[in-house]
């Protein structure tokens, strides 16, 4: 399984979207400073998420929301 995310930053408020096979792992990784795109913004939490067959799945909704970050697409995703 592999999961398209959206998290959202406890200090910045800003929102970082991913995809991984791992969730939870992925997580963990961005809030122990090792990730130098989220590394700021620590603490995160998981905004959305949303599960897919394959990667290739997982990466064409991934893109698609980057398209759309900030819109009223983007807003309706989170709600």
């Known amino acids: ?11 910045t408020g ?17 809030n122990s400073g090792k ?3 989220t590394k700021i913004g620590i603490p995160w939490v998981l905004a959305y ?8 799945d997982a990466y064409r ?4 929301i980057k398209r759309f970050k900030g819109g009223a697409a983007f807003k309706e995703l989170l709600k």
């Open 1 to 11: 399984m592999h999961y398209v995310y959206v998290l959202r930053s406890l200090k």
């Open 14 to 30: 800003r929102y970082y979207i991913g995809s991984t096979e791992d969730l939870t792992k992925r997580l963990e990784r961005h």
């Open 35 to 37: 990730n130098k795109s």
């Open 49 to 56: 998420k949303e599960n897919f067959p394959t990667e290739q």
């Open 61 to 64: 909704r991934e893109m698609q």
